[in-house]
Structure formats: structure tokens, C-alpha cells
């Protein structure tokens, strides 16, 4: 019973940055494992970052390693997504989810809660 909402997405030009924000509310949070999956027009979500219970476990997908930062605050109830060095490619809408176990998957089908998404667009 988590509910997640995403903030911070936007336009952006190529190289610049974005810190996207997932506000959680519900009991089991804190016991949640939480990725970042994204959506580009036409094709399917993708598993970008997750991040496990502690947030101490962190994995990412290969395309934006290195530019990436995924991290959560127990305290605020709140997942984050620093995404530096944006390109085009990184267009996407960005979906907050939750995985009701303390082990991370890189499957977005294996998470039950979802945001509503965040439009991420990077353009000159």
C-alpha cells in the first residue's frame, strides 16, 4: 500500500541536469526495494537505476552509468534520480517504482507500485 509521486522532470539541453524526486507515502516504504524505469515514444519501459531497502545496493542500466545517481532518504520518504550529463537519448517519461521486497529487481514487471511519471526531455 505505497503510493509514489514524481517530481523535477523537464526540459533540459544536451549535457545539462535534472534531479528527479519520488515522494512515498504508505507504512512499508522503508522496506521497499525502489527503481527509476523510463518510457521513450514507441517502446517499452526500461529499468534505469534501483536501489534496495537500505539503499546501500544500487544497480544501473549500462546507457547511463557513470551519469546516473540513484538514492533514497528513509526519513523523507523520498527516492531520488541525479541524472547529469543529459543527451537527447535520455528523452523519456520517468516512472517512481516499488517493489514490495528488500531485494531490487532489474524487471519492471517485477515492481507492484508505480508514480505516474515525470516527462524528461532533453533538446536544443
Known amino acids: 500500500q505505497v503510493q509514489l509521486v514524481e517530481s523535477g522532470g523537464g526540459l533540459v539541453q544536451p549535457g545539462g541536469s535534472l534531479r528527479l524526486s519520488c515522494a512515498a507515502s504508505g507504512r512499508t516504504f522503508s522496506n521497499y526495494a525502489m527503481g527509476w524505469v523510463r518510457q521513450a515514444p514507441g517502446k517499452e519501459r526500461h529499468l534505469v537505476a534501483a536501489?534496495?531497502?537500505?539503499?546501500?545496493?544500487?544497480d544501473y542500466a549500462d546507457s547511463v552509468k557513470g551519469r546516473f545517481t540513484i538514492s533514497r532518504d528513509h526519513a523523507k520518504n523520498t527516492m531520488y534520480l541525479q541524472m547529469n550529463t543529459l543527451k537527447p537519448e535520455d528523452t523519456a517519461v520517468y516512472y517512481c517504482?516499488?517493489?514490495?521486497?528488500?531485494?531490487?529487481?532489474?524487471?519492471?514487471?517485477?515492481?507492484?507500485?508505480w508514480g505516474q511519471g515525470t516527462q524528461v526531455t532533453v533538446s536544443s
Open positions: 536501489i534496495n531497502w537500505s539503499g546501500r545496493s544500487t
Open positions: 517504482a516499488a517493489r514490495a521486497t528488500t531485494y531490487y529487481s532489474l524487471t519492471p514487471s517485477e515492481y507492484d507500485s
